[in-house]
């Protein structure tokens, strides 16, 4: 990290949609410039979960 994170609040939100679900992830940090690297982070996470899911019979 570039800099320390003084704050990080995020949520994740697993809704149902269809025969799936849609994930919303949230999230508050400060200082606000290190949002774009948590969030590739959580993204490339979230891709991770939902990858698995798929592969498994």
Sequence with gaps: MPLPIAFHLGTIDV???????????????LPEGLAPIVEKAVSEGIAGIARYF????
């Design 15 to 29: 809704l149902p949609a269809g025969d799936g679900s849609h994930v919303i992830y949230s999230q508050e940090i």
């Design 54 to 57: 798929t592969e498994r019979p």
